[in-house]
């Protein structure tokens, strides 16, 4: 990961792309850096996530509130102001809102499994 200079971000001048859930929809708006990933993400109202995920992601809830699911079984409720971060395929999780919810998700090359 090479070093990133100052950078200031205005997200309404980044574009949203939507992804489809099993239920709902998310759009995300995305900024790649090398070996780090930034996005702000809006999941729709009953929106769950069409797959377990295995990456890692330090998840930050903006607005509103979801429960991250483990695939083991474990729910957590996620509420504005509140944080989770997991490592690469320590534990596949899914996301679900009930009412809609905004995120600044943060993934990379520095939360791969050691």
């Known amino acids: 990961m090479n070093n990133i200079y100052f950078t200031s971000i205005n997200w309404d001048n980044v574009p949203k792309t939507e992804h489809v859930g099993e239920t709902g929809t998310a759009f995300w708006q995305t900024l790649q850096f090398d070996g780090i990933r ?3 993400v809006e999941y729709s109202k009953n929106y769950l996530a069409d797959h377990w995920c295995s990456k890692g992601h330090i998840v930050h809830c903006l607005e509103g509130e979801f429960e991250s699911e483990l695939q083991s079984g474990e729910i957590f409720k996620l509420s504005k102001g509140m944080t989770y971060i997991v490592s690469d395929e320590l534990s596949s999780h899914r996301s679900f809102s009930s009412n809609g919810v905004k995120l600044l998700i943060i ?7 050691k």
């Open 107 to 113: 993934d990379g090359n520095f939360l791969a499994k």
């Open 38 to 40: 930034m996005r702000i």
